[in-house]
Nanobody
Framework: QVQLVESGGGSVQPGGSLTLSCAAA????????MAWFRQAPGKEREGVAA????????VYADSVKGRFSIPQNNAKTTVYLRMNSLKPDDTALYYC?????????????????WGQGTQVTVSS
């Protein structure tokens, strides 16, 4: 069993920055890959960024490349989503997820543990 606790959401003006945190506890073998997803009202959940815990390899959605990064702490228990140059289109509920390494890094169905979500609103 894995528990995920997210924090760091909030409201920011366009062009601003936010950092989300996701602290994971529980079975380390179940969190070989950690990722961030987001879901805006009326839209499907989409993958934003993922990191492979063992080698640190990262995957980003095209929409956030160059603006977002996904570092993890040395203990590989916390993953962050550093968001820069935020746009109104980035407004969504952001979820942390963990799972194994099978499947696609940014596909929601390939993750089996999810956090509760944290809201990010980008508006002037």
């Amino acid at each position: 069993q894995v528990q995920l606790v997210e924090s760091g959401g909030g409201s920011v003006q366009p062009g601003g920055s936010l950092t989300l945190s996701c602290a994971a506890a529980g079975d380390a073998s179940s969190r070989k890959r950690m990722a961030w997803f987001r879901q805006a009202p009326g839209k499907e959940r989409e993958g934003v960024a993922a990191i492979y815990a063992d080698n640190g390899a990262r995957v980003y959605a095209d929409s956030v490349k160059g603006r977002f990064s996904i570092p993890q702490n040395n203990a590989k228990t916390t993953v962050y989503l550093r968001m820069n140059s935020l746009k109104p289109d980035d407004t969504a509920l952001y979820y942390c997820a963990v799972g194994g390494v099978a499947g696609s890094a940014l596909r929601p169905s390939d993750y089996n543990h999810w956090g509760q979500g944290t809201q990010v609103t980008v508006s002037s």
